[in-house]
């Protein structure tokens, strides 16, 4: 329908108008740019007379003749404003949206016609979905999830200061950071109600805080190679978790155990209860561990100051969308990065080099995610006398894997746990991630109404 | 809510409480039921019974804890944004049902209302609950079959069930919005700005989950607010329900203002209504998915409606640049006020419950203000005839 129609204008191009949004070139597509672009257009062409069609890969075509009035004329113009301030983009950002006069430029709008439509993965996130089934399957999954051993439940993936370097292979310029456990969600967190997953985790927190206690009172293999390492280990919990007598528990048992202690909250349950924030985030420096807040993305830095709350790290997500923003929003992280300190930034789902490069040239030294991931894995590969029996892939499946069944397969698992050693003359982490006092640092500027 | 499921152990996650509450200032309310003042006759049983059911709508407060003590006592605490203790409130209600309970009792056997019921305000008043806890004494807990049970998510995902079939009107309640002459200009009464329109959740609890607190757990709570968006923007989409309507306040998720609901009520709202619009969000809300929140923000304030931050306090205010996140008003409580916002962004203080506390808003700067303290005074000044009930903001 939009080929027969766009022939139609092509055969008689003059008058004629063609507006394209290309959705399918936004560096984080949702499912809900689409849904909500749609009126916006729809409207537009009621009052051009035109008709909107929509492309295989997502994109928005508007044909409609030229307006003539002078009134209507501009239209056109008000259309890209409008819908460049609803993405928040730069109006002069011509790959985004195109305006084609095709009595005068018919050429750039056929060769658009011509370009394979490729449509982009949608990336999950906010699910959508409201339906009972989904509350229904999440209860059924909590149920099922209790005769399920906590390792299992668990993934792990350990955080690296990447050294500056740039003769030095990747792999000899990581220190380890601490390493991070985490509870599998069911379908894995992405595209699950985000209440429902604050839900979730907190459920299980009462689980993996028991099994830690235990396992650093007994020496179990879940934390041994870490403690043994010096490593930190990070958990993730709700705030009344941390208030627990539970975690009153585990404290004991870290320090009886030399282990050190991170632990990870979520911006939103931060932000949730603020009077909670500042009662955990004292327990926390008073026992010595690590405060992390962690799920800090590129649309929040806009207007989230989190720099004052006190936190040890801050985990700011990778995401497409960090890469050359438009200016204003560009400064702004620009100006929120140095706000928190980049010896406080982490970069988290650095999935790729190019999450890892925008990371160093914005002067972050600290990661997590699947690159660095693979990088360790193809060091432990070299180390391993049995590697010939692996893939990089398995090996680094396996390494995410803290219970025995995600481990099955490799024939030394020892190697698995053990962190990557830090090269020689590297800087050691400063402060955080230490039983012992944190060295002293600017101290934030106050903040009114919390007391730290 | 957390429920506490023995005597000894609710003692001492009471008593954790205390002390942490005590160490970092945690600003909570607790209700103390001296159970073991009620007489020991016949009814008892059933009289406890009815003690506990009395406390069903506090265990719907924000962060509600309920805990068995030694002796059958009950304690509840729960953070009080000044809503509980009006007489439609969970505390009005709660202390209405004991007071009904307390006419069973034949005369001269029972306590009074204030023998049965203490109510402390933490952290000042810790340690003096903490002393009357110290009294609690090791007697066994009576076995109480009580109704309050948090909400889980079977439970809920047979209510969202319930919802997406029942007929929600009976539920919907209007909330009024005063608009405060400004600062400089003479003190006026309140003039009505806009209405906010929301289901009661309490009556939706008392109504389809009559034995389930649904607010206690906030994270369960806050996916059940998006089933009852779902309903509204129908509701709101039904006939005759935007006629004659001024200004409209609704409260909505990020994700429900991104829906097909809300584009079919945006279509049915006149262009030049929108600006008369009030969304409220939740800062958490807001930071789950930036992403969201930002294209959600700009699509909003795009077809000119307007953005209110909910729930806020000068700590959160601290932490959330609510001028660059887009935001024209903040709703706080008196107790939560910042001490100034930033230029453009207007103040909304709810729970106004008394003339003091309006006084004490307008000090503030507020611009808006909300409560039952409000409901009770002249709305429009002498010189003006009276506003429509759904007037412009």
Not at chain 1, 311 to 330: E, F, M, N, T, Y
Not at chain 1, 368 to 374: H, I
Not at chain 2, 313 to 339: I, K, M, N, W
Request: neutral net charge.
């Amino acid at each position: 329908m939009l080929l027969d129609a766009a022939r139609r204008a092509l055969a008689a191009p003059r008058g004629r108008l063609a507006i394209v949004l290309h959705l399918s070139r936004l560096k984080a597509p949702r499912s809900y740019h689409g849904r909500i672009a749609r009126p916006v257009l729809e409207q537009a062409a009621t009052r051009l007379s035109g008709t909107v069609y929509a492309r295989s890969n997502g994109d928005m075509l508007l044909l409609c003749q030229e307006p003539a009035a002078v009134e209507a004329a501009l239209q056109p113009a008000a259309l890209v404003q409008e819908l460049a301030l609803l993405f928040g983009t730069d109006p002069t950002d011509i790959g985004f949206i195109s305006v084609w006069h095709l009595g005068q430029e018919a050429t750039g709008f056929r060769t658009y016609l011509d370009e394979p439509a490729f449509a982009p993965p949608i990336l999950p996130g906010l699910a959508e979905d409201v339906a009972p089934a989904q509350t229904a399957a999440i209860a059924e999954w909590l149920k099922s999830s209790q005769r399920i051993p906590v390792p299992d439940l668990l993934g792990q993936q350990t955080a690296v200061v990447l050294h500056a370097g740039r003769d030095v292979p990747i792999g000899s310029r990581l220190s380890p950071l601490f390493r991070e456990f985490v509870m599998h969600l069911p379908g894995g967190a992405a595209g699950m109600d985000p209440w429902l997953e604050r839900h979730v985790a907190a459920t299980l927190d009462e689980r993996l805080i028991a099994h830690l206690q235990h396992d650093l009172e007994e020496g179990g293999r879940l934390t041994r190679a870490s403690v043994h390492a010096g490593l930190a280990i990070h958990i993730n919990l709700a705030l009344p978790s941390i208030a627990s007598p539970g975690f009153g528990r585990l404290t004991h048992a870290a320090r009886a155990a030399g282990a050190r202690l991170g632990v990870e909250i979520s911006i939103v349950e931060a932000l949730a209860d603020m009077t909670m924030l500042e009662y955990v985030a004292g327990l926390l420096r008073h026992a010595g561990f690590a405060f992390v807040l962690e799920g800090l993305d590129e649309a929040s830095l806009g207007f989230a100051r989190l720099g004052s709350l006190g936190a040890d790290v801050i985990k700011l997500d990778w995401s497409q969308g960090l890469v050359q923003p438009p200016g204003a929003r560009r400064r702004a992280v620009e100006a929120q990065l140095q706000a928190i300190g980049l010896d406080r930034v982490l970069l988290q789902r650095a999935d790729t080099a190019d999450a890892v490069g925008w990371g160093q040239a914005n002067g972050i030294n600290r990661y997590q995610g699947n690159f660095l991931d693979s990088v360790q894995g193809a060091t432990r590969m070299f180390h391993c006398h049995t590697a010939s029996l692996c893939t990089l892939k398995q090996c680094v499946a396996r390494g995410a894997a803290a219970g025995t069944p995600g481990r099955a397969g490799c024939s030394n698992p020892a190697l698995l746990d053990l962190p990557p050693e830090a090269p020689p003359g590297a800087d050691t982490v400063r402060g955080a991630h230490t039983l012992d006092p944190p060295a002293p640092r600017q101290p934030a500027a106050p903040v009114p109404g919390i007391r730290w | 809510m957390v429920n506490m499921p023995a005597a000894a152990d609710g003692l001492e996650a009471l008593g954790l409480l205390l002390r942490q509450a005590a160490i970092a200032g945690v600003r909570r309310r607790a209700l103390l039921l001296h159970a073991e003042r009620l007489p020991r006759t016949a009814g008892r049983q059933h009289h406890l019974r009815l003690a506990r059911a009395a406390l069903t709508g506090l265990a719907h407060a924000d962060r509600a804890q309920l805990f068995d003590l030694p002796r059958g006592r009950l304690a509840v605490v729960w953070r009080d944004r000044g809503e509980a203790l009006n007489a439609g409130g969970e505390l009005g209600r709660a202390m209405q049902s004991l007071k009904r309970l307390l006419t069973d009792i034949p005369d001269g056997q029972g306590p009074m209302l204030g023998e049965l019921v203490s109510i402390y305000e933490l952290p000042d008043q810790a340690a003096w609950l903490q002393d009357v806890l110290a009294d609690a004494g090791q007697d066994p807990p009576p076995a109480l079959a009580g109704p309050l049970a948090p909400l889980d998510t079977p439970v809920l995902a047979r209510l969202e069930l319930s919802l997406a079939q029942a007929d929600l009107a009976a539920f919907a309640r209007w909330r009024p919005v005063y608009r405060l002459a400004g600062a400089g200009q003479p003190v006026m009464p309140p003039v009505l700005a806009w209405e906010e329109r929301y289901f009661a959740l309490a009556d939706v609890g008392a109504g389809l989950c009559p034995h389930h607190a649904l607010t206690a757990d906030p994270w369960l709570h806050l996916r059940l607010t998006r089933t009852l968006d779902r309903r509204m923007l129908a509701l709101l989409g039904g006939t005759g329900e935007l006629n004659g309507i001024g200004g409209l306040g609704l409260h909505m998720n990020v994700a429900s203002l991104l829906s097909n609901g809300f584009l079919r009520l945006d279509e049915k709202i006149p262009a030049g209504l929108r600006g008369s619009v009030v969304l409220s969000l939740q800062a958490a809300d807001v930071l789950a998915d930036g992403a969201a929140f930002a294209f959600a923000r700009n699509f909003v304030r795009g077809r000119g409606y307007r953005l209110m931050l909910a729930g806020a306090s000068a700590a959160l205010l601290a932490v959330l640049d609510v001028a660059a996140a887009g935001f024209d008003y903040v709703q706080t409580s008196l107790r939560e006020a910042p001490p100034r916002l930033p230029q453009g962004v207007q103040l909304v203080v709810a729970g106004i419950e008394r003339q003091g506390d309006l006084d004490h808003a307008r000090v503030l700067g507020a611009n808006f203000v909300a409560g039952p303290g409000v409901a009770a005074r002249p709305i429009a000044p002498p010189t003006e005839p009276a506003p429509p009930r759904h007037a412009l903001a």
